[in-house]
Each structure stands twice: as structure tokens, then as C-alpha cells.
């Protein structure tokens, strides 16, 4: 069974620029987060779909957006990058629909690391 | 809110020796989940252990193990026998319902020496 997918593995853009991720999830799984990690910040939460609706939204600026498509796959969008959007952009699809105490183990995918010159 | 924290930055441990790193929460659900994940140099997120915290024994995964203090809100990961390989990075994390997205600690760094 192929794990979760996220492409490209690398990037590397200019101030100013715009940049989409893409994830595909595992086979079956509706629901997928996407993660900023930082060293300073850690783990922060960008934002949650299920069946093509966003469900929660991190505290990110409005340039960062995403979307999902009815296969399950993910992208996210960042416009106008700033040296501060450099990071690892993590992936992670899930089974479970989030339904309170369920077991929602999430599966991550090795991440697009951005760096922004 | 729900929280976890994560107090220990570093740890180190020689091979073949037992470490533990610890994790703390708070949460408002009733039932909820807390999961142990590595993340070595590769950066793929790994699932290492995970506890329900309805059941009572603590879970255990080969050389790995929990202690789930549920009163305390506490929730250590016991590595016995370290390897070289167990070098990483160690989030303790717990997904919150109501928010549809995990809570992480900051992340303890591992490293285990030869």
C-alpha cells in the first residue's frame, strides 16, 4: 500500500513568488492536514480537509491557502513568499473522520522542504 | 484548550541503555488518543506508539513503552535497549476532535551514542 505522497521533495523560489504544494493521501484515507515545521516554531497547524471541505483553518496569513480534490489529493498555495515561509511543509492523511475518541493515527509524508531566497 | 508539552529540548542515551522522554497534556475530551512519533534526519513522521486513554495497561511496542499517568496527564516513552538508528526527533502528540488537527509538543531531539 503506497504511503502518503508529497511532491516535490524540494523547492526553491524568490521573494515574491508564488509556490504549490501537492499530497496525495493513502488510498481510502478522506482526511488530510497540512503542517509548517520550523526550528524556532515547531509544528504548526496550516489547515484540515475532508471530502473537498476545509474544516479548520490555522493562524496563517491569507497567503496561504489550499484546496482538495475529489480523489482526496491536497495542494497548498503560498503567494507573495516571504524568507519567513521557509520551511518543511508536512502532509498527513488520516482514516478516521475525526469523530470524537477515534483512533486517528495520521500518516505522514516525508514533506517538501521550501526555501525562499 | 488541549495541550501537550514536551520539557526536555535534548537527550542523549548510550547504546544498548533505556531512556525516557517525557510528555504532559491537557485535554477536555473525555476520550481521546496520544500517540508517540519519530522523526529521524529523513523526516518522514513515524507512528511509534500509540495509547487509548480508556485502557489502563500501558501500551508497548518491542523495545518501546509508554507510561500513562492519567491523572498526572502524563504520558513518558520508554526506549529500552537504545540503537543507533533510534536517533531522531520525538513528538508527543494527541489529535483534538473538535479542531480536526493534532496537538504536538515541541519535540525532544534523541541522540543515541556508540
Known amino acids: 500500500k503506497a504511503g502518503v505522497t508529497q511532491t516535490p521533495r524540494y523547492l526553491i523560489k524568490t521573494r515574491g513568488q508564488q509556490v504549490t504544494l501537492s499530497c496525495s493521501p493513502i488510498?481510502?484515507?478522506?482526511?488530510v492536514s497540512w503542517y509548517q515545521q520550523t526550528p524556532g516554531q515547531g509544528l504548526q497547524f496550516l489547515f484540515e480537509y475532508f471530502s473537498e471541505t476545509q474544516r479548520n483553518k490555522g493562524n496563517f496569513p491569507g497567503r496561504f491557502s489550499g484546496r482538495q480534490f475529489s480523489n482526496s489529493r491536497s495542494e497548498m498555495n503560498v503567494s507573495t513568499l516571504e524568507l519567513g515561509d521557509s520551511a518543511l511543509y508536512l502532509c498527513a492523511s488520516s482514516l478516521a473522520a475525526w469523530v470524537t475518541g477515534s483512533n486517528t493515527e495520521a500518516f505522514f509524508g516525508q514533506g517538501t522542504r521550501l526555501t525562499v531566497v | 484548550a488541549q495541550t501537550v508539552t514536551q520539557s526536555q529540548p535534548e537527550m542523549s542515551v548510550q547504546e544498548a541503555e533505556t531512556v525516557t522522554l517525557s510528555c504532559t497534556y491537557d485535554?477536555?475530551?473525555?476520550?481521546?488518543?496520544l500517540f508517540w512519533y519519530k522523526q529521524p534526519p529523513s523526516r518522514q513522521m513515524i507512528l511509534v506508539i500509540r495509547q487509548e486513554a480508556y485502557k489502563q495497561q500501558n501500551a508497548t511496542e518491542n523495545r518501546f513503552s509508554v507510561n500513562f499517568q492519567k491523572a498526572a496527564k502524563s504520558f513518558s516513552l520508554k526506549i529500552s535497549d537504545s540503537q543507533l538508528g533510534d536517533t531522531a526527533m520525538y513528538f508527543c502528540?494527541?489529535?483534538?476532535?473538535?479542531?480536526?488537527?493534532?496537538?504536538f509538543g515541541t519535540g525532544t531531539r534523541l541522540k543515541v551514542l556508540a
Open positions: 485535554t477536555s475530551e473525555n476520550n481521546y488518543y
Open positions: 488510498s481510502g484515507h478522506r482526511s
Open positions: 502528540a494527541s489529535p483534538s476532535a473538535g479542531t480536526y488537527k493534532y496537538i
